[in-house]
Nanobody
Framework: DVNLVESGGALVQPGGSLRLSCAGSGFNFANANLAWVRQAPGKGLEWVSAIDGRSANINYQQSASGRFTISRDNAKNTLYLQMNRLKTEDTGTYYC???????????????????????????????WGQGTQVTVSE
């Protein structure tokens, strides 16, 4: 079974940094198209960033561009999100998701969702982690 476990969430002051991790198991990690999604309190799910299996293709949503960096270590089966210059509006639960379709076709499908800003959904085409809480506050 696919298992995604996020960690690294914490309380941090505005302007601070955090690095989130997502450990994957139960699938071929190096072929997987992965993304980070977040949900602010009382709001809907929002794409943050996505990366293909070989880190050749990366997408950031505007809210993350210039401040966040997505990366992966396929040898460690781990996805990362380095978040710098955090703002209060970055507060929320951050989820790691895996597109069920691997390879270029899966990347195209995932990228299309980000570019069109389709609200992330929980469905049969994606696997989700349990989330990690990030709170940015004084």
């Amino acid at each position: 079974d696919v298992n995604l476990v996020e960690s690294g969430g914490a309380l941090v002051q505005p302007g601070g940094s955090l690095r989130l991790s997502c450990a994957g198991s139960g699938f071929n990690f190096a072929n997987a198209n992965l993304a980070w999604v977040r949900q602010a309190p009382g709001k809907g799910l929002e794409w943050v960033s996505a990366i293909d299996g070989r880190s050749a293709n990366i997408n950031y949503q505007q809210s993350a561009s210039g401040r966040f960096t997505i990366s992966r270590d396929n040898a460690k089966n781990t996805l990362y999100l380095q978040m710098n210059r955090l703002k209060t509006e970055d507060t929320g639960t951050y989820y790691c998701i895996k597109e069920k379709m691997d390879g270029p076709d899966g990347w195209s499908r995932l990228l299309r969702s980000l570019v069109r800003r389709d609200p992330p959904h929980r469905g049969p085409d994606r696997d989700w982690g349990q989330g990690t809480q990030v709170t940015v506050s004084e």
